[in-house]
């Protein structure tokens, strides 16, 4: 810090980002690898319910995406919908350690209290809607909450995350055609990690790029190199701005790799680990960020490992305190199926009364 | 085309060996049999071939087989059964994966509206096996743990399968490769890998009929009505009840749901005079409705007491233990409604 005054007169950071923006935009993902690997430890201990899914080598790509929407915290800002591998655009938007850790572990205060897994979880205020598994149906329920913003006037924009499988389905194909046509301001991130589980892009795609099919449907399409930070950034700002010019809807295929398997059982035994070192030793977006940072001055060594101290000691107690909160009642299994009231269990569960008696 | 070896892997050897195979074991076991016997059979999914599919059902089979025959599909489930109904049409029997069965709800316009329809139309057979591991008890979350089985139960033209033990499993398979009709098939996935399930298999050629139940277990005071993992916690029940109430239960395994065993659920019924019906899947529009309508049109005089069921709540199902848990029916819950059967 003591050298602020006396430094030579920085690079123009691009995209008219701050300098206070680009250290946010670090810690964002910089927590979102921390948050990642300590779940992966929480896993190995068996304290994770379910599955793990890492987005190892794609936080970048997550991070710098998200940052370029309007985030609020009263519900008038941009919206997204995730993916599983987009923790890092969950947390830019205002999800928090804590929400994600209880969801991992099945807590009853974590935001789906139990019902739901991960990072599929809501919050209308931050600006960001749970997906569901099956994969392409946030694209259609994407292209609705943007026709809405549309409808009403409002200048928010949605943003959407789809794998490179699942640009497969026949959802993705109805949601991003009907945006296209209600030219909803909705902005498409394909995420080409080159892997869908063990299909590689080939087996997924017959056409080249992801960009070519937008012309198809008739949106406005950009390629990225998706573990450059600033250049995502910079794509995704585009294509916000557009949308809410009321230009439509853009495609952003997102070029990266998927550096762990599917999800914590799989070994890869499919990837070629030459590949995968490879991305690891000269495009890790995280890697590259750094070395932008302080290439051009933006960000020095000492404010970094700052940032990244404060991280683990925060995780660490985010962790430790989600450990103690409890799972959730049994019964909770039979609330918010409807709005009026909790469903019943039948007579024959858990109840002590049987009708004949009653 | 990748390199057809000639032979066959160990894997799928065990039972020509002798060797006690699992459930999971015994559906691969069948559908090579079936690929090996008839070259018309072909099998289409997500991440099927080199890998041999998230559970590794057909671990092995493109490697033998070779690609042409052991589809890699993209993800797009309507996109494969309808290309599995076209084949069909040209004479072919192809045999798709839903990695998770809860995807088939993707495919459901092609599976309802098409494929089960095709014959009625004069659009001719769709001799399709659409396969895939469901149920619960893995804490897999709404997505990964479902039993839709009641959701196709409504569909005329279909038939749906749900095996409980590995040579059913085997058996079943292998039927509904050979069946004419499009077959949904089930596979718990709770069950897959049971060691408790392993069972040496007949050496030779073998298949169980679709639509025949079985008594998995004889007994003379109630009836238990059930099918896929509910078959074992009713024995666990079952066991409890005898020990315990001194209680004689008789189970009967469904296998086929569509079409139902009628003949087997009432002769149980006529003997026991009392019936529980047990499933997985949620009681409203669930499949013991229909069971226990059937019993009460056809077998009312011989009852002793009120139908009951044992199933899973009206909700989605969670994915935090202590819910999922409570979601599920558990033996007790089995044996608490036999008991109360059992009184009445
Ligand atoms: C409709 C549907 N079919 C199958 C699956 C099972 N499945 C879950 S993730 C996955 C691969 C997804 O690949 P991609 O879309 O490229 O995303 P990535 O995992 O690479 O981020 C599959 C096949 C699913 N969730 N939904």
Redesign the interface.
Same mark, same amino acid.
């Given at each position: 810090m003591a050298s602020k005054t006396k430094s030579p007169p920085a690079a123009a950071i691009p995209h008219g980002l701050t300098r206070e923006q680009l250290l946010e935009m670090y810690r964002l993902v910089r927590l979102t690898r921390s948050l990642e690997e300590k779940l992966e430890n929480l896993f190995r201990q068996s304290k994770v319910v379910g599955g793990l899914f890492r987005s190892l080598g794609q936080e970048g790509e997550s991070v710098a995406s998200a940052y370029a929407l309007r985030r609020r915290t009263d519900g008038t800002g941009d919206m997204l919908s995730p993916l599983i591998r987009n923790l890092g655009s969950m947390i830019t938007v205002g999800a928090t350690p804590a929400e994600v850790v209880r969801q991992y572990m099945a807590k009853g205060d974590s935001p789906a209290r139990g019902k739901e897994l991960n990072i599929h979880f809501t919050d209308y205020q931050r600006g960001f809607i749970g997906q569901i598994s099956p994969l392409g149906d946030l694209v259609p329920v994407m292209a609705g909450v943007t026709l809405t913003f549309k409808q009403r006037g409002q200048d928010r924009v949605g943003m959407v995350y789809i794998g490179d499988g699942a640009t497969s389905t026949g959802a993705f194909h109805e949601g991003i055609n009907f945006a296209a046509v209600q030219r909803c301001p909705l902005v498409v991130i394909v995420e080409n990690n080159q892997w869908a589980y063990t299909t590689p892009t080939r087996l997924q795609t017959a056409a080249k790029s992801f960009v070519d099919k937008a012309p198809g449907y008739g949106v406005a399409a950009e390629k990225v190199d998706g573990n450059d930070m600033l250049a995502v950034y910079g794509a995704a700002k585009r294509a916000v701005d557009r949308a809410r010019a009321g230009e439509g809807v853009t495609l952003i295929e997102v070029m990266t790799y998927r550096r762990k398997g599917h999800a914590q059982h799989d070994n890869q035994s499919y990837v070629d680990p030459a590949e995968i070192d490879r991305w690891a030793a000269s495009n890790d977006p995280i890697d590259r960020f750094i070395v932008t940072l302080k290439e051009n001055e933006w960000a020095s060594a000492d404010e970094l490992r700052a940032i990244d101290e404060r991280i683990d000691a925060e995780l660490d107690a985010t962790i430790a305190e989600a450990e103690t909160s409890p799972l959730p009642e049994p019964e909770e299994a039979l609330t918010d199926v409807y709005a009026d009231g909790p469903v019943r269990a039948p007579w024959t569960r858990h109840t002590p009364a049987d009708p004949t008696q009653a | 085309m990748s390199t057809v070896v000639n032979e066959k892997p160990e894997a799928v050897r065990m039972s020509e060996q002798g060797k006690p195979v699992t459930l999971l074991e015994a559906i691969r076991e069948g559908i090579w049999e079936e690929m090996e016997r008839d070259e018309r059979v072909f099998l289409m999914g /997500? &991440?099927i071939g *080199?890998?041999g599919g *998230?559970f590794k059902v057909t671990e092995g089979m493109q490697q033998y087989f070779g690609a042409p025959r052991v589809i =890699?599909t @993209?993800?797009? /489930?309507?996109?494969f059964t309808g290309a599995a109904a076209g084949a069909a049409h040209m004479g072919m029997r192809p045999v798709i994966e839903m990695? %998770?069965i &809860? %995807?088939i709800?993707?495919a459901y316009d092609m599976i309802t509206n098409y494929v089960a329809t095709s014959r009625y139309r004069g659009s001719g057979p769709q001799p399709i096996v659409i396969r895939g591991p469901s149920g619960g008890y893995v #804490?897999?979350? @709404? %997505? !990964?743990s479902q039993n839709p089985e009641a959701a196709f139960f409504h569909t005329p033209g279909l038939k749906i399968v749900y095996p409980s033990t590995a040579r059913d499993a085997k058996g079943l398979i292998k039927a509904a490769i050979r069946d004419d009709d499009p077959v949904l098939f089930f596979e718990h996935k709770w069950l897959y890998r049971r060691p408790q399930l392993r069972e040496v298999l007949p050496a030779e050629d073998y298949i169980v009929p679709i639509g025949k139940a079985r008594t998995h277990r004889e007994g003379k005071d109630l009836t238990i009505v059930t099918y896929a993992a509910m078959v074992h916690k009713s024995e666990e029940a079952a066991e409890i009840l005898e020990k315990e109430d001194g209680l004689s239960v008789e189970i009967i395994d469904l296998r086929t749901l569509l079409p139902l065993d009628e003949d087997a659920i009432l002769e149980s019924v006529k003997k026991t005079n009392r019936l529980l019906v047990v499933h997985e899947d949620t #009681?409203t529009g669930g499949i013991a409705g229909e069971i226990a309508m059937r019993v009460n049109e056809k077998a009312f005089e011989w009852l002793d007491a009120p139908i009951? #069921?044992?199933?899973a709540? =009206? *909700? @989605?199902i @969670?994915?935090? +233990? +202590?819910? /999922? &848990?409570?979601?599920l029916p558990q033996t007790e =819950?089995i044996v608490? *409604?036999a008991r !109360?059967l059992a009184n009445?």
């Open positions: - | /997500e &991440d *080199a890998y *998230a =890699d @993209p993800i797009s /489930e309507i996109g990695q %998770f &809860d %995807f709800s993707c #804490r897999g979350g @709404p %997505f !990964h #009681r009951l #069921r044992v199933t709540l =009206d *909700a @989605p @969670p994915y935090s +233990p +202590p819910l /999922e &848990d409570y979601f =819950d608490k *409604a !109360h009445y």
